[in-house]
């Protein structure tokens, strides 16, 4: 993620942790941006009292030396000046205020969907995420686990794709939608060999005008599960 940079300009005594956090609780308010989204430079020379080319020069040599990509055509340097330390900064904001509000909307957006009648994810997703936005709803690849103990059901292909459809079921109704909303499915399966006892107990769920599918033998799945079902779905 990029950040902003606050260039700070000292002329004798490089200012103190206290000072430096001023500053950054400064320019964050001044800016919109969370301080950790700030990061500080100092520079040991004459305290400028205004942008001219030296200052900028410098700015720039000192983003270059740490790495830190610069585009002058994207890319804004902003003087302030003072904030009551006697300290001058140079703020190098790299289109980040922008990006910042984008990723706060892309967060409004988007809904989280937990509940307990279903497995709880047992790594780094969720169970389904909503957008609010198009009022889509995108299910995460449920295996036949029983959200009670969390564990592989024991039985035959239609036992376990039932109990996996029963999951995606459940997560559905806790975002506030059906089976019937589904438009794509995806089913992963350890063995296509035992594809019409799926597709039978399949259909029992999505009788009437089913969703699109693509369904994909694998060489193995979690937990040794003999399938697994995800869901696209829109709601109103």
């Not at 969390?150 to 039985?155: D, K, N, P, T």
């Not at 999951?167 to 589904?182: P, S």
Request: hydrophobic share 40%; glycine share 6%; charged share 25%.
């Amino acid at each position: 993620m990029k950040k902003a940079y606050i260039i700070i300009f000292y002329d004798l005594q490089s200012p103190s942790s206290s000072e430096e956090q001023e500053i950054i609780n400064g320019m964050s308010r001044q800016i919109g941006l969370p301080v950790e989204l700030i990061n500080t430079i100092k520079v040991n020379g004459p305290m400028p009292t205004s942008p001219d080319d030296h200052v900028i020069a410098t700015c720039l040599l000192n983003l270059e030396q740490k790495n830190i990509p610069f585009d002058s055509e994207r890319d804004q340097i902003k003087f302030r000046s003072g904030m009551g330390l006697g300290v001058a900064t140079i703020i190098v904001e790299e289109s980040i205020a922008k990006m910042y509000d984008n990723q706060a909307v892309v967060q409004k957006r988007r809904e989280t969907i937990k509940t307990p009648n279903a497995p709880a994810a047992i790594g780094p997703y969720s169970q389904a995420i909503k957008t609010t936005a198009g009022k889509m709803i995108f299910t995460a690849g449920q295996i036949p686990l029983d959200p009670a103990t969390g564990r592989l059901i024991e039985g035959d292909i239609s036992t376990q794709t039932r109990r996996a459809l029963e999951n995606v079921k459940a997560i559905l109704d806790a975002a506030g939608a059906k089976l019937e909303n589904v438009v794509k499915t995806t089913v992963f399966m350890a063995d296509l060999g035992e594809f019409a006892a799926m597709n039978e107990v399949y259909g029992e769920y999505f009788p009437v005008n089913p969703p699109a599918r693509s369904t994909i033998e694998v060489k193995a799945l979690p937990r040794g599960a003999k399938v697994e079902i995800e869901t696209i779905a829109i709601v109103e």
